[in-house]
């Protein structure tokens, strides 16, 4: 009897199998080909799932944005605003050997839409999410302050934060979950 | 008469010809081929000045740390801290075209360097360097604090700039030099 295999799950598979090439290779040797060698899979069981490079990318990168969203909809509530930025911050950084993983793709997304236009939405939507969610963690810790400098804010945590992942991918020796967590501390002490 | 061609000259245009096909085409398109054509020369003619695409990738990732370390040397002697330091970091950011230019070409360095190790010691020089300088920033600045704070405060400025040219070259149109200058300027009243 064949092995019966749940879509989905498929799908998170092969999402998984698009990160290790990345993360190994490079983006641009992500093709239909090698993520099928990758998967263990034959060509035509992949296009099953994905038509195209295309669509296998931009799934990959969903995922990254979807895990992202599904940690910080999972957190406990918390009534302390300080503490739930501490929260929602560290599910965005690479804290662990999963957010690294997410993160090295990240990164690898960004660079490469620079001169691929087909990946820029998705890039642009992450980008987007990023900076309405430190908005929202500035607006809930800064109080009653004009909206420039919630807007200022804003735009310097956004940066701090993406500063702080790209650190973590370059130098993972130097750049620690510690030192991160450290930054990001005294980052919320000044707001 | 054949022209006469100054070697410096030429492979400052050779390391130009590098970059723009880097921001055009992608780092994995700067092919000695590549860049013969993209500079109007035989790949003979090039392979007198490099001979081989690392040599030529490490050339011009090399110009990118120069040019930013002349325009610093090249500053005027300012008494009071915080004007230079609002001036070097001008120097660091995408503020102008040229900028711009070696602001895509660093981030696609970054980026291509977690799959070539090849690109790893410049590129983790480039880090170390800005890493150094914004120490300096923070020591002048901060006066007598305590050395653990030096380091987090310039882990979070090495952080906050590198995520600001990162966001540069991803939106530039919301990310502009004002906006930019604002976030630093605000940085730098909290240190």
């Known amino acids: 009897m064949p092995k019966v295999v749940d879509p989905a ?5 092969l999402a998984e199998a698009v990160w290790r090439v990345i993360r190994r290779d490079g983006l641009e040797h992500a093709s239909v080909r090698n993520v099928a060698r990758e998967a263990g ?8 799932y994905f038509e195209s ?10 995922m990254v944005i979807e895990r992202i969203e599904r940690r910080i909809a999972a957190l ?13 911050l560290a599910e965005l950084l690479p804290m ?7 993160n ?7 660079a490469r839409a620079q001169v691929d236009p087909a990946l820029r939405p998705l890039r642009d939507q992450g980008h987007d999410v990023l900076r309405a969610g430190c908005r929202r963690i500035v607006h809930d810790l800064a109080g009653d302050v004009p909206e420039a400098e919630i807007e200022v804010q804003a735009d310097r945590l956004h940066a701090l934060l993406d500063g702080l992942a790209v650190h973590a991918a370059v130098r993972p020796d130097l750049n620690t979950p510690e030192r991160m ?9 000044d707001l």
Chains 1, 2 share one sequence.
């Open 9 to 13: 799950e498929r799908r998170r598979e």
């Open 96 to 102: 662990d050997a999963e957010r690294q993983a997410e």
């Open 41 to 48: 899979l034959s060509m035509g069981s992949l296009r099953h």
């Open 76 to 88: 406990e509530p918390q009534p302390d605003p300080r503490r739930r930025a501490e929260l929602v």
């Open 104 to 110: 090295e793709v990240w990164l690898a997304f960004t």
């Open 53 to 62: 490079q295309g669509e296998l990318l931009a799934f990959a990168l969903r």
């Open 181 to 189: 967590a450290a930054v990001i501390a005294r980052h919320l002490d």
